[in-house]
């Protein structure tokens, strides 16, 4: 396994981001990119190489668009999605990542069609550019999200997030989960948190502060097979450059 830094949630600016994350020792980075802006092809090589020279791969792209729940709001997000791919590839990244909505238990609902309809759009021009998509965990269970990987026929897989789960109570330490998608991860983010407690609405923490047992978490994974990028994510908090180089050296601990 590899430690990346997801760079957006710092929030000191792309490039600037890369370079923070070079000097907190991460292997790799992911970057945001969801097309709403295009990239010529002499700027994704540069996207590239700026990341090459600073010792580090590209783990993954986040092309976040909040979800694909809508049929009419997807006649304008699968072609942004298509470019994202397509941007991904030109940077050397293996992986697509984004939530796609809550996916419905019941395979006969009106709702769970748009949203697999989306995926096997997605998955086909994932597959087509050497890519893979990978759905994030944590709007339902994960074997719900097993059921519905089992009708995508190629090119998508799974980021799993333990904190996503945990704060949503479909996991109580993040190891729990992993077994039902464990052979579709393809890219995992590290990243803490509780649930709701009482009058506590469920929150995110610094990583090791949470619920998530990350050495169980690490070594569920790897029983599983999964030998890829753990990208570090901190979504909330004033400190994230700081909670971010922390969670880096947190990190090394397991991996």
């Keep these: 396994m590899k430690i990346g830094v997801y760079t957006h949630c710092l929030r000191i600016g792309f490039y600037e981001g890369i370079d923070a994350a070079s000097k907190m020792g991460a292997d790799g980075v992911q970057i945001f990119y969801?097309?709403?802006?295009?990239?010529?092809?002499?700027?994704t090589a540069y996207i590239r190489e700026f990341i090459k020279v600073r010792g580090m791969e590209c783990a993954a792209v986040c092309g976040?668009?909040?979800?694909?729940?809508?049929?009419?709001?997807?006649?304008e997000k699968l072609p942004r999605m298509k470019k994202v791919i397509e941007f991904a590839k030109a940077v050397g990244a293996p992986v697509v990542t984004a939530h796609v909505g809550v996916i419905p238990a019941d395979k006969s609902s009106a709702q769970y069609y748009v949203v697999k309809e989306a995926l096997d759009y997605i998955g086909a021009e994932a597959a087509k550019n050497g890519v893979?998509?990978?759905?994030?965990?944590?709007?339902?269970?994960?074997?719900?999200?097993?059921?519905?990987?089992?009708?995508?026929?190629?090119?998508?897989?799974?980021?799993?997030?333990?904190?996503?789960?945990?704060?949503?109570?479909?996991s109580a330490d993040?190891?729990?989960?992993?077994?039902?998608?464990?052979?579709?991860?393809?890219?995992?983010?590290?990243?803490?948190?509780?649930?709701?407690t009482g009058d506590e609405p469920a929150?995110?923490?610094?990583?090791?502060?949470?619920?998530?047992?990350?050495?169980?978490?690490i070594a569920a994974l790897r029983a599983g097979g999964y030998d890829g990028y753990?990208?570090?994510?901190?979504?909330?908090?004033d400190s994230r450059v700081e909670d971010c180089a922390a969670a880096v050296i947190y990190l090394r601990r397991f991996i």
């Design 203 to 217: 929150h995110e923490t610094p990583i090791g502060q949470g619920n998530v047992n990350f050495r169980a978490w």
């Design 174 to 196: 993040g190891a729990d989960a992993v077994e039902p998608v464990a052979s579709a991860i393809v890219h995992v983010h590290a990243k803490d948190g509780v649930p709701a």
């Design 64 to 75: 976040q668009m909040k979800n694909f729940s809508d049929a009419e709001a997807n006649k």
């Design 34 to 43: 969801n097309a709403e802006t295009e990239y010529s092809a002499e700027e």
């Design 132 to 170: 893979t998509f990978a759905i994030e965990t944590g709007p339902e269970d994960t074997q719900t999200m097993r059921f519905c990987l089992d009708d995508i026929t190629r090119g998508v897989g799974i980021n799993y997030d333990p904190a996503n789960l945990v704060m949503r109570g479909f």
């Design 230 to 237: 753990v990208t570090v994510e901190r979504e909330q908090g």
